[in-house]
T-cell receptor, first 115, second 115 residues
Framework: AQKVTQAQTEISVVEKEDVTLDCVYETRDTTYYLFWYKQPPSGELVFLIRRNSFDEQNEISGRYSWNFQKSTSSFNFTITASQVVDSAVYFCALSPGPGYSTLTFGKGTMLLVSP | DGGITQSPKYLFRKEGQNVTLSCEQNLNHDAMYWYRQDPGQGLRLIYYSQIVNDFQKGDIAEGYSVSREKKESFPLTVTSAQKNPTAFYLC??????????????FGPGTRLTVL
C-alpha cells in the first residue's frame, strides 16, 4: 500500500522568509512518481512538479525548489523569499508508475505568509 | 482555452435528494477522476474512468454513482445513500500513455452542502 505523510499541518511565516514543506512517502514499487500541487483559497489544485523515482536530481524553478532523497523517502519543497501569494494548502502525492495510475495524496500543509 | 469546468460552483441539497455534479474537459484526456475533500483532509478518490463507458470505484465509492458516455464528460451523482455528503468535490483528468507519467489536472471544484 502506498502512503504519503505531510507532518506539518500548518506553517506561518513572514514575507521574505524561506520555508520548507516536508513530504515522506511509503511504497513498495521500484518505479513511482511524486507530485506537488498547490491549492489556493479559490480551491482549484494547481500542478507544480512531477518527479520520477529514477531521477534524484534536485530541481529549481524560480523561488521554488524540490529536494528528492530516495534514501529517506522524502520529497521536500522549499519556497525561497516567500510572498503573500504563496499562501495556500500544498499537497504532496504519489503514483505507482507511468501511464494510467491513481494518486495517493497527503493531507496537505497549509502555508500562511503574512506581510 | 483548454481546461476542466465544473458546475455548479456551489450546490445545496436537502437530505434525501440526489444531486448531480457536472465535470467537462476539452483537453482530449482519456482518464477522468472524482475526488472528495473534507476540511483538513487530503483528497480521497471516489471514482475514476480510463475510457468511455468504463469506470472503477475508488476508495470511497459508496453512496456515489458516475457515468462516462462521452470522453469529455464525467458527471457524479451524490445519492441519498451517501451519509455525509457535505464536502468539496474536485474533478480531474489526465492523458493516458504507457511511457509518460500520468499528471492529473484539476477543475475548480464544487462545494456541496446538505441542509
Amino acid at each position: 500500500a502506498q502512503k504519503v505523510t505531510q507532518a506539518q499541518t500548518e506553517i506561518s511565516v513572514v514575507e521574505k522568509e524561506d520555508v520548507t514543506l516536508d513530504c515522506v512517502y511509503e511504497t513498495r514499487d521500484t518505479t513511482y512518481y511524486l507530485f506537488w500541487y498547490k491549492q489556493p483559497p479559490s480551491g482549484e489544485l494547481v500542478f507544480l512538479i512531477r518527479r520520477n523515482s529514477f531521477d534524484e536530481q534536485n530541481e529549481i524553478s524560480g523561488r521554488y525548489s524540490w529536494n528528492f532523497q530516495k534514501s529517506t523517502s522524502s520529497f521536500n519543497f522549499t519556497i525561497t523569499a516567500s510572498q503573500v501569494v504563496d499562501s495556500a494548502v500544498y499537497f504532496c502525492a504519489l503514483s505507482p508508475g507511468p501511464g494510467y495510475s491513481t494518486l495517493t495524496f497527503g493531507k496537505g500543509t497549509m502555508l500562511l505568509v503574512s506581510p | 482555452d483548454g481546461g476542466i469546468t465544473q458546475s455548479p460552483k456551489y450546490l445545496f441539497r436537502k437530505e434525501g435528494q440526489n444531486v448531480t455534479l457536472s465535470c467537462e474537459q476539452n483537453l482530449n484526456h482519456d482518464a477522468m477522476y472524482w475526488y472528495r475533500q473534507d476540511p483538513g483532509q487530503g483528497l480521497r478518490l471516489i471514482y475514476y474512468s480510463q475510457i468511455v463507458n468504463d469506470f472503477q470505484k475508488g476508495d470511497i465509492a459508496e453512496g456515489y454513482s458516475v457515468s462516462r458516455e462521452k470522453k469529455e464528460s464525467f458527471p457524479l451523482t451524490v445519492t441519498s445513500a451517501q451519509k455525509n455528503p457535505t464536502a468539496f468535490y474536485l474533478c480531474a483528468s489526465s492523458s493516458r500513455t504507457s511511457t509518460t507519467p500520468d499528471t492529473q489536472y484539476f477543475g475548480p471544484g464544487t462545494r456541496l452542502t446538505v441542509l
